[in-house]
T-cell receptor, first 113, second 114 residues
Framework: GESVGLHLPTLSVQEGDNSIINCAYS??????FIWYKQESGKGPQFIID?????DKRQGQRVTVLLNKTVKHLSLQIAATQPGDSAVYFC????????????FGQGTELSVKP | DAGVTQSPTHLIKTRGQQVTLRCSPK?????VSWYQQALGQGPQFIFQ???????QRGNFPDRFSGHQFPNYSSELNVNALLLGDSALYLC?????????????FGSGTRLTVV
């Protein structure tokens, strides 16, 4: 199935700590993965992406890790700030489906000042 | 440069009615995809339009239909509304040659069916 569940997992961290958000994806043939941040009342905002021929990619304060063996993605946010508070979704793009994205359930990140 | 623009931002409809949602893609983009996001869940793919044709479709009934105009803007139509159609409807635009990369999402239309 795609994106099931009514209650978002929640991660609560202190400002300045590092955050790790995990995601399991569904299709072993997916060759492109994206992390999105969604704030209340807004659409998903691109954070970082990774292709299946890589296992790690770094951006500004963010790192994505890909483990294809267990179909697992993680997003690491360094020195988490209150402005990072949002819901985070991973998305996968299976090949041959015209760029359709399959989203995970999402994790709500709450940063305490 | 405006990103993806969706209208209206909020909408309340009665069960059984029909609704039309609109999307203007980001400048330079030629492909529009629609997603439905129920409360507390991730977005689910409805369909995608390119060159005024539906190219991909997700697991949604025929009550959901769409259209793309020559200027690349798009409409999502939902007939015979059900309470379960209440959701945030997101439009995402991209450039065909960049897919699946380079998606830009709008802020969505919040549809409430009563």
């Amino acid at each position: 199935g795609e994106s099931v569940g009514l209650h978002l997992p929640t991660l609560s961290v202190q400002e300045g700590d590092n955050s790790i958000i995990n995601c399991a994806y569904s299709n072993s043939a997916s060759d492109y993965f994206i992390w999105y941040k969604q704030e209340s009342g807004k659409g998903p905002q691109f954070i970082i992406d990774i292709r299946s021929n890589m296992d790690k990619r770094q951006g500004q304060r963010v790192t994505v890790l890909l483990n294809k063996t267990v179909k697992h993605l993680s997003l690491q946010i360094a020195a988490t700030q209150p402005g990072d508070s949002a819901v985070y979704f991973c998305a996968e793009s299976p090949p041959g489906q015209g760029g359709k994205l399959i989203f995970g359930q999402g994790t709500e990140l709450s940063v305490k000042p | 440069d405006a990103g993806v623009t969706q209208s209206p931002t909020h909408l309340i409809k009665t069960r059984g009615q029909q609704v039309t949602l609109r999307c203007s893609p980001k400048s330079g983009h030629d492909t529009v995809s629609w997603y439905q996001q129920a409360l507390g869940q991730g977005p689910q793919f409805i369909f995608q339009y390119y060159e005024e044709e539906e190219r991909q479709r997700g697991n949604f009934p025929d009550r959901f239909s769409g259209h793309q105009f020559p200027n690349y803007s798009s409409e999502l139509n939902v007939n015979a509304l059900l309470l379960g159609d209440s959701a945030l409807y997101l439009c995402a635009s991209s450039l065909l040659s960049d897919r699946p990369y380079g998606y830009t999402f709008g802020s969505g239309t919040r549809l409430t069916v009563v």
